[in-house]
């Protein structure tokens, strides 16, 4: 397994943690917004296995210093708007168009996209729902548009052995949640590795969150 982080210093922290656990991790540095650190990701498995079994695509970041209850629409730096973007949805859809050479390799490859109910465009505009008035506008569309991705490359993907899904992890206490989450981390990490793991018969092209589909 191979575990991804922008700087090799916090990706080999963190796969010394779950080496010590007994788990086979290989560090490996990976930038997404970078295009040198995404060929030499893809150099490195290619040279080293040949083929990417499963890809989870986690990387996410949300710029906007405001709390989660405001609407940030009107007035956001345009700065913003793009420096989310590039990494939660076109670094993603780089290192994927990337990679994607090597998961066709793959007997059955996974993709999963790690989105968030924050991109749920039906709830946004549902008054009762539980994110009516939470509305940071980069954070939020830049997870609609990764959404859009997963619709469209499961489709592009439909007559190969490749499954691709969305995942909205859970209110998680990690950095962007905070500790007033709900989730650990490990918990999380549930719908990602459900996603990752699915049968011949499972969905692609669709958006989960344990076990359960959400709208769009």
């Avoid at 922290?13 to 650190?37: K, R, S």
């Avoid at 893809?42 to 986690?58: E, P, Q, R």
């Avoid at 949300?62 to 973007?85: C, H, P, S």
């Avoid at 780089?94 to 998961?103: G, H, I, K, M, S």
């Amino acid at each position: 397994m191979l575990l991804a982080a922008r700087t090799m210093e916090k990706t080999t922290a963190a796969a010394m943690t779950l080496q010590a656990g007994g788990l086979d991790v290989q560090p490996l540095e990976l930038d997404i917004t970078n295009e040198g650190h995404i060929a030499a990701a893809v150099a490195f498995v290619n040279s080293n296995f040949g083929k990417l079994d499963i890809l989870v695509n986690n990387a996410g970041i949300m710029v906007e210093a405001v709390d989660w209850a405001q609407n940030t629409t009107i007035g956001i730096a345009q700065g913003v708007l793009r420096k989310t973007f590039d990494t939660n949805f076109f670094g993603t859809v780089a290192v994927t168009e990337a990679f994607l050479p090597l998961l066709l390799k793959a007997p059955a490859a996974r993709i999963v996209n790690v989105s968030s109910i924050m991109g749920s465009l039906f709830f946004h505009a549902k008054p009762d729902s539980p994110i009516y008035d939470s509305k940071p506008f980069a954070y939020d569309s830049s997870k609609s548009a990764l959404n859009a991705f997963t619709i469209h490359l499961a489709h592009a993907l439909k007559d190969t052995a490749v499954k691709v899904n969305s995942a909205h992890p859970g209110w998680v206490k990690t950095e962007m949640g905070g500790e007033g989450a709900l989730l650990e981390i490990s918990e999380g990490a549930t719908t990602s590795v459900e996603l990752a793991l699915l049968e011949a018969d499972g969905a692609s092209g669709g958006y989960f969150h344990l076990g359960k589909p959400l709208p769009w």
